[in-house]
């Protein structure tokens, strides 16, 4: 059987072009003892794949030239040589960036038994939603009532941080750069405040209109003049949770940084990183919280979807021009 | 009876120059019930004077114009008008910046009774030396053998933060300007890299030699450069306590901040601000800790004492030229 699937040659430097990526096949081999095949269905494609990207182990390691890509996917199986695996079972893996997957049964994941379109392991339920409940509980320990900053609101983990947070009951400020984006914060009871094209003094100012008495909690999806404007309108004692910083995922150099950090030590803040696979030990947990909300409705999450393995690309690419509202998914038929 | 004191008429921009420091005169009233009337003997000038020389609060409140400055000073009761305290009395108070203080007594301490010299309740078991223990044990949590950095190494915080952690067996690395500073580094078996004149990237080079595997825990006093090679060389897990940021108190602008601050996210690290007044409950548990190793002769605490109140302001600005080695005191006739 032949498998489709993207490569790379070389590490880009800068914003990759479309034609860093190889679309090339495979003839699979004969499938081993403790090995599925898999038909994906969906695949996912995120920001942190950028830092995959580059010959440097930066807190993972990077793509192998030549090889298949890798990304979360979600598909069936369709051969399988493990006992906990049967032919048409649903389930979710790293060997994404194809149509056809074959793997080791022990890096494949039944999907759980709950009443949600299976794309949602790849994205509410998935790492990103993970990775959104992760940072504001475990890492910037959001209290009851808690004023809290969302960068990348309308993102794949922003758009569930502000639904998780506004369910606690303080005053939830998202950053969005389009309109439609946020109209549907405002739609969550979220204020919605635009960053695009604004120095760091003027979104600082918005950002204090928004919410004179400051935050409890920043989640940082961005850098540069969010996160200045966040440090001025931190409370004493806030946390930063820092997942991720796309706004600097293919600078070429150095960039200066915030020139307000000393906010830090004026307001007693702690700002702290963290890499969702670290903490993937919580994940039964985070889906036992979340999982039945999704089930029930109470969650609004946005897809935005791609079709067929072609677009797959471009839809990694769009990431970086904001393009996606929520999930970006590409859809094989 | 008269006490001389230092004031400011204005809140200077800038470096400030000596004469924005008045020297003026007054005549105290008779001492009220509560009061107690001290004659002192140690001033302690100490860099976070420079906040409260600005019209703007910042963690704490600005000096008050045309008043006496405050700050923490050592001495001796020699009218009293509370039954806590009598004639004779050796205390630690905030009024300093003047040679005769009157003050309600809720303010004064009683010197501990521990065999060391009275100025040390200014510097070693004073603020500065509760600043570095909550520093690394609240903030930084740090672990037996930990790997440690410490900018401004051999100033009044710094020279006590080696000590405490070289005791916790990991190796530590002091930032120093001078050489002398870095030969009692040496002394202490803490290595000594010299930061003047060099860019981020050398020092960051410098910290990589001197320390391969990284720090588990920096320190800082001092921002800048500084601060971006430590960003450099932590470890998964890092924990930066902030202190200071010494070069940066006499800015009249902003200026950029570290242009690597995404390590904190690579390597998943932690950076928290913190003011060591909002500790103070945990006095008594560093006096325990500290104190007995200081009365023992274990700890080696440097102090550069200058002679006189009129050698106050200069003894203050002195501290932003790293002029010296541990506290810098002043001693009055």
Redesign the interface.
């Known amino acids: 059987m032949q498998s489709n699937y993207y490569t790379i040659s070389e590490y880009p430097t800068g914003t990759p072009s479309q034609d860093v990526f190889k679309l090339k096949q495979q003839d699979l081999p004969a499938l081993a003892d403790g090995e599925v095949r898999i038909r994906n269905r969906w695949l996912s494609v995120d920001p942190y794949m950028r830092g995959r990207m580059s010959g440097v182990t930066?807190?993972i390691e990077p793509f192998e030239l030549e090889a298949p890509l890798e990304g979360a996917a979600v598909g069936e199986v369709i051969e399988s040589g493990d006992d906990r695996f049967k032919v048409g079972d649903k389930v979710s893996h790293m060997g994404g960036w194809r149509d056809v997957a074959q793997l080791p049964a022990d890096g494949v994941t039944a999907l759980p038994d709950l009443d949600v379109p299976e794309q949602a392991y790849l994205g509410v339920l998935g790492m990103p939603g993970m990775t959104a409940w992760t940072g504001l509980n475990a890492i910037a320990e959001m209290q009851q009532g808690d004023n809290v900053l969302v960068s990348a609101a309308s993102g794949a983990v922003g758009s569930l941080a502000v639904q998780l947070a506004k369910a606690k009951g303080g005053v939830v400020v998202g950053l969005a750069g389009s309109q439609k984006k946020r109209d549907w914060l405002e739609s969550q009871g979220v204020i919605a405040v635009d960053y695009r094209d604004k120095d760091a003094a003027t979104l600082s100012e918005d950002l204090a209109k928004a919410c004179p008495d400051g935050f409890d909690v920043y989640y940082e999806n961005v850098?540069g003049v969010c996160?200045e404007a966040a440090l001025n309108n931190l409370r004493v004692g806030a946390r930063i949770a820092?997942?991720?910083?796309i706004s600097?995922y293919n600078d070429e150099g150095?960039?200066?940084?915030?020139?307000?950090?000393?906010m830090?030590?004026?307001?007693?803040?702690?700002?702290?990183?963290?890499?969702v696979f670290?903490h993937w030990d919580n994940y039964p947990a985070f889906l036992k919280d979340v999982g039945p909300k999704v089930a029930a409705g109470e969650i609004d999450y946005q897809e935005t979807v791609r079709e067929g393995l072609e677009a797959t690309p471009e839809a990694f690419l769009d990431l970086f021009k904001g393009a996606n509202t929520g999930k970006m998914l590409v859809r094989l038929g």
């Open positions: 930066t807190y850098g996160l820092v997942c991720g910083m600097r150095p960039a200066p940084g915030p020139a307000n950090l000393a830090i030590l004026i307001r007693r803040a702690r700002m702290q990183g963290f890499i670290e």
